[in-house]
């Protein structure tokens, strides 16, 4: 819909037909504001710390360069970092790795979340991070923001590429903002400094989502799903946590649980006691599902993509058309060359052809 309707900003109502009172009513679905495009540049990846970015983060991540747009609202102008990675997926762990649970989302856009201080968006494989600095914060409300964020978000369509990000955890009891799906050891480092990430696995393609949870008694558990490339890499790395980080073995503080399920391992540390961190991997179970990875499109406009499918579709045509004619001449060849060679044989026509006669009468 937001392709073929481009951004919208207001809606007209009209009250009902009362005698006297047909006012019409504005309601605001998008904040209204003329955001304009000012500059944009390109940096190396060094240059995210100044948008209250990590490198170290960034380049785990895929980023190999950051693009500073600049906007102007009115007098007021804010710099957003734009970073194109490798697919969905990571641009998805970049926006859960710097979401906080001060972060509020926004309504109507998957994705997003905005602070007092920064506004964070996933947008295909694009990250977006608007800072907020506090010299422009009495300036710039949050509409002003959001409407920044829908005109991000508008101008980069995610072509259905959200359709393989992971499977959200379990909803239950999930502290907002506390979601995190890292990709490799540092950023595993930052998020989980109480937990040796060296059994990870990351070098074997380990993946892990995390979140933290609500305990009954107020306390909070750390649930970490690993998920790994086949159930024999899982195993063996399950086996490990359980012989070095004794798992399942009610200590007190610092009890660490977990189980494997087929190419998973979930673990759960923090908990207040073995039930609920039972409880919390009961709540996950297998079940099939076929993904398929499709190639990223690129940024081509879609006219473009449209106008090499139509080439690509003649070419095809061609070709096709090129076998038939070819194998036409190829049984022509063949013919004439077996009425040299063997003249005799019942299989070859003679020169001025054959006719078969149907005797019906």
């Not at 995190?180 to 400094?193: C, H, N, Q, V």
């Not at 979140?211 to 063996?236: F, N």
Request: proline share 6%; with cysteine.
């Amino acid at each position: 819909m937001a392709k073929r309707l481009g951004l919208c900003f207001a809606v007209l109502a009209l009250a009902p037909l009362a005698r006297g009172q047909q006012r019409p009513s504005a309601i605001a679905l998008v904040p209204a504001a003329d955001w304009q495009l000012v500059s944009s540049r390109t940096s190396d990846v060094d240059a995210v710390r100044e948008l209250g970015g990590d490198p170290a983060i960034e380049r785990e991540y895929g980023v190999e360069a950051l693009e500073v747009r600049s906007y102007r609202l009115e007098s007021t102008s804010v710099e957003v970092g734009v970073e194109a990675t490798p697919d969905a997926s990571t641009a998805f762990g970049l926006f859960t790795y710097y979401r906080t649970e001060q972060m509020a989302p926004i309504s109507g856009m998957p994705l997003a979340a905005l602070a007092r201080d920064v506004g964070l968006l996933a947008r295909g494989r694009y990250f977006f991070r608007i800072p907020r600095p506090a010299e422009t914060a009495s300036k710039l409300s949050d509409n002003d923001l959001r409407a920044l964020m829908f005109l991000l978000a508008a101008s980069h369509p995610t072509g259905g590429q959200n359709a393989n990000l992971p499977d959200s955890l379990p909803r239950n009891g999930l502290i907002l903002g506390t979601e995190k799906y890292l990709l490799g050891p540092e950023a595993a480092r930052r998020a989980i400094p109480s937990f040796r990430t060296d059994l990870i696995g990351f070098s074997q393609g380990a993946e892990v989502q995390m979140g933290s949870y609500l305990e009954a008694g107020g306390g909070r558990a750390t649930v970490l799903a690993i998920t790994y490339p086949t159930p024999q890499i899982a195993r063996a790395r399950f086996g490990e946590m359980e012989s070095i980080l004794g798992l399942n073995q009610e200590r007190g503080p610092g009890s660490v649980f977990g189980k494997r399920l087929a190419s998973f391992v979930i673990i759960v540390m923090d908990a207040n006691s073995a039930a609920t961190a039972k409880s919390l991997t009961d709540a996950f179970t297998l079940s099939g599902r076929v993904v398929e990875n499709e190639p990223y499109p690129g940024d081509k406009p879609i006219t473009v993509q449209l106008m090499e499918l139509i080439v690509n579709n003649l070419l095809f045509v061609f070709i096709l058309s090129g076998i038939g004619i070819g194998g036409g001449l190829l049984v022509f060849i063949l013919k004439r060359l077996a009425r040299k060679w063997f003249p005799d044989s019942p299989w070859v026509e003679p020169e001025d052809g054959c006719l078969t006669v149907l005797k019906l009468t």
